[in-house]
């Protein structure tokens, strides 16, 4: 049998060098909790900034700083006199992966190119907003301040080099 010994630090005890590995394992665990109902929320606060209403809309999103990625909703909205429902297609989840049938809502008509354009043109603006705040918030998450914050809450403990201790 062999008996090892190791000197556990707390992340303030650490010199700025073992700070900063440590930093980056917490940064790889990605999580973002709360990403998912603040993108919820946001979406619909954005609605009703732009007088759209929807019943339960889904918010969709793909924020991985890779090609393809973004954010966009699917739903029954109503705007003003027109009913649009939004369906995503396709792999992607930005604003161009879906399709929207906008009619008049009490004929149930096709509403015509240029009420789908004008529609089209606000939910592209919602979803560019979307994307755009919700790289935000995980960039606010990654923070040095933020990692800093989250890990000493935690009470995690490293080795003298900044790796994760248990």
């Known amino acids: 049998m062999k008996t090892i010994e190791t000197k556990v630090y707390t992340f303030d005890e650490l ?3 073992a700070k900063e ?8 665990l990605d999580t ?30 793909s924020l991985s700083y890779c090609q ?6 699917e739903g ?3 705007w003003g006199k027109y009913t649009a429902t939004i369906k995503q ?22 509403a015509g190119d240029k009420i789908a354009d004008a529609f089209e043109a ?6 560019k907003e979307l994307e755009k705040q919700g790289y935000n918030y995980i960039e606010a998450e990654r923070s040095d301040e933020n990692v800093d914050d989250n890990i000493l809450a935690n009470e995690y403990t490293f080795t003298e080099s900044g790796k994760r201790f248990g």
């Open 15 to 17: 010199k700025p060098e």
């Open 122 to 127: 606000e939910y592209v603006k919602i979803c």
């Open 76 to 78: 029954v909205c109503e």
């Open 21 to 28: 590995k440590a930093r980056e394992w917490y940064k790889e």
């Open 89 to 110: 297609s396709g792999h992607y989840y930005h604003y161009n992966s879906k399709d929207i049938e906008i009619v008049k809502t009490d004929t149930d008509e096709y």
């Open 32 to 61: 973002y909790d709360f990403l998912e109902e603040y993108m919820q929320e946001l979406l619909l606060d954005l609605l009703a900034q732009n007088k759209i209403k929807c019943d339960s809309p889904k918010v969709m999103y």
């Open 68 to 73: 393809g990625d973004g954010a966009m909703f």
